[in-house]
């Protein structure tokens, strides 16, 4: 009876890896082609 | 709110959103010089971009729609920001645009005036009649060489001859304007309502084409080459578009779709990028020719005009703040 926990839990790592991936891929897929620029300075002109 | 950020020489100008008007060093940031508008009357807004001359700078200020607010065309001095000249009106929240010694100019009464580069003197105004009780954002006039053309409250595009204001030609399209109106080869561009974009004859308003989009175009337009990029906005799902679009309005050449819509003015042109920001201080930039995505800048605030000058990238932010970036040259 015990194994079928670990069975589980087996299967919940393997499916949260997956999404993991899913996520994974969908970050490289928005990540910068190109450096972008740098903060040189800001001013607080007041809202 | 923050007029679009123009650099002249050393100098970055800006309107902020709490009334007063800077010369910023453009590369420290150090202020030159500055002028509270609200010394002068009930006006804190910059809702138009800035005409720039040899030596002058105009802005046009408003209080939005207050009933007891006024307006102002500025003519400043570059060099000092000692006032030229200033014209008082009821409003002035649009672009100045110029055509040979004289300036244009809307108002949120849907009023149109013409006056003197040289004196601010008074030239001529045209009203449509419309009225205008949502307090609907103006949308910049522009110029060719004799006529302004301006896109009136009452959903009709005027072409007025510039000396005299009087009416060239006028169209009404079957939904009213959306976007701004742009000028390219003789030809006017526009957004409207019904989701379509439009080419008109700036000689005779004809329709020489149009194109049905996804949603509505907003904002304001831009062109690079024979590519006319805009937003497009889907309020009610709160999703938002940048596309570029073929200047003959032939066909979508891509889009980008995003979540929350874009906030700045318009699409901004800078090298080979076309760059947007959100009102979650989201900065992203695509690459012009196919809208692959190329960086992001995460900033605070609601970004609503976004201007650059070489390597220098602006933002200007509706809860005060003006951002420099600069692009490190590449190896």
Redesign the interface.
Known sequence: MKKYPRFISAIVLVAMAALSCAQNSDTRANLPAAAGPELRWKYEAGG | MFSTPTVVGDALF?G???G?F?A?NR???Q?QWSYDIRKDGKQVSFHGDPLVTDDLILIGTDHSCVPDGIGHVYAFERDSGKVRWKYRAISVPTDIVRLGSNVYFGSFQDKWSSLSLQTGGLNWSFSTGATNENCDAIKAPVTDKNRLFIAGLDGVIYALDALSGRVTWKRKLPAAPSTSLALKDKTIYVGTNDQRIYRLNAETGAVISELAVDAKPVGRLAFANDSLFMFLENASERVGYIVSVDSKLAGVRWKQRSSPAWASERPHLWKEFVIAGNCRGGIG?F?ATDG??????SLK?CIRSIGSSG???FAGV???????????ARP
């Open positions: 800006i902020s959103c709490a007063t800077y910023l590369t420290t940031g202020v930039a690459r692959e995505p190329q960086w992001n800048l605030g390597n220098m990238l509706q809860e005060g703040t003006i951002y420099a970036y600069e692009l490190s």
